[in-house]
């Protein structure tokens, strides 16, 4: 099973941009990974998907426009990219293998709000 470690949270502006990183201890490559966020209260949602090599995306109809998912399978990491920050993205943000989730990260806390 591998860990999950989720990084690059933090308090950011309207506006703002955030890149997360999500570094797995075993080998993700042939894997489909995800994003998920958390808000206070509400049910953890799938944000944005990647496909093992990197060629196929999704991401959430509330998002599209504003964040990237990629990937490095070299390091087993995966990345989003969240540019135009608004305060309803504020939440924890969790990645995880599609399908057969490993056992959940502590995830990274993103707030926006100025």
């Known amino acids: 099973q591998a860990q999950l470690v989720e990084s690059g949270g933090g308090l950011v502006q309207p506006g703002g941009s955030l890149r997360l990183s999500c570094a797995a201890s075993?080998?993700?490559?042939?894997?489909?990974m995800g994003w998920y966020r958390q808000a206070p209260g509400e049910q953890r949602e799938l944000v944005a998907t990647?496909?093992?090599?990197?060629?196929?995306?999704y991401v959430h109809y509330a998002v599209k426009g504003r964040f990237t998912i990629s990937r490095d399978n070299t390091k087993n990491t995966v990345f989003l990219q969240m540019n135009s920050l608004k305060p309803e993205d504020t939440a924890g943000y969790y990645c995880?293998?599609?399908?057969?989730?490993?056992?959940w990260g502590q995830g990274t806390q993103v707030t926006v709000s100025s």
């Open positions: 995880n293998r599609i399908g057969a989730p490993y056992p």
């Open positions: 075993g080998s993700i490559g042939i894997y489909a």
């Open positions: 990647i496909t093992s090599g990197g060629s196929t995306t």
